[in-house]
């Protein structure tokens, strides 16, 4: 099977001894009270950047490599947190390593509804405790024709959405962003129908591809990346693996999802990576990998098509994009 490289980390980036935290003060410093002691590590190339407040980063601690790990090289760190989509803070790829900052993600909770035995408000700590995390290194593919690889932390959403007991009628789930206009930008703008909505059937949700991430290169996410919770879905295009999530629910009909909502002609419901069919403005054939000058071949199904092409088997691809 494949195995994990060893991240690539400036030593400005490398958390010093004494701020190092295992699992356990993790889960207590997300909930606030360690929080002060910790905010040192991974300041790194932000710090520099100016503008919005320093964010502070937790490491992980020890954790399991998943099987489901790529081989490729890594992006580096500063690829993956100065060049994101992430609309809520604008839509240039800088605005949310520029703005980011100024969201606060604790504390943070997790409203459970729909069709479902367990429907509650879930402090993010005690959605997370039952879990052990994971290193799950990913390509991510943009509907924009680009690519980067990431080495996320996370845990396999299967198995939380199981502790909420989904009824025999829920079909789909649907994932919802903050919406807080004072600490995102975006959202004084139109770019999109707010808060970002996004939706997986239940089977693919339950997949164990699909995951939460809470974390990249060993550390909590930094915001511009969907701190504290966010979903990814390696199969589909980034747009996706919605960030920073408040709301899960099960319902029994597919879904809005902000993307269609805003283009539906453009974007679909399933969105997965197909190289065969393109966008209206443009060919999906080819990817671009960030830092990379030549383009490469996009993968059907960003190359899981052995896990995941049993679902859409029988369905036209190019109706149900
Ligand atoms: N809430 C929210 N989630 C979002 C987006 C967004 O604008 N808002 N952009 C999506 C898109 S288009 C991509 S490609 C990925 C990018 O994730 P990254 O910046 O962590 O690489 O996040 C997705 N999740
Ligand atoms: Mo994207």
Known sequence: ?????APDIRPSEITPESVYVNRRQFLRASSGAALG???LAGAG???FRGAAPVQAQTSLGALKKSPFTTDEKLNSFDDITTYNNFYEFGTDKSDPARHAGRLTTKPWTVKVEGLCEKPADYALDDLLKPHALEERTYRLRCVEAWSMVIPWVGIPLGDVLKRFEPTSKARFVEFTTLYRPTELPGQRTAALDWPYVEGLRLDEAMHPLTIFAVGLYG???????GAPIRLVVPWKYGFKSIKS???IRFTDTQPKTAWSV??????????NVNPEVDHPRWSQARERRI???????SEMFNGYGEQVARFYAGMDLKKYY
């Not at 099977?1 to 490289?5: A, E, P, R, S, V």
């Open 291 to 297: 830092g990379e000058f030549f383009r490469r071949k």
């Open 37 to 39: 002691a910790l905010a």
């Open 245 to 247: 999530i408040v709301k």
């Open 219 to 225: 550390k909590t996410l930094l915001n511009q990346n």
């Open 1 to 5: 099977m494949l195995i994990t490289k």
């Open 45 to 47: 190339a932000a710090a």
């Open 262 to 271: 805003a283009n539906p002609r453009e974007y679909g419901f399933y969105s």
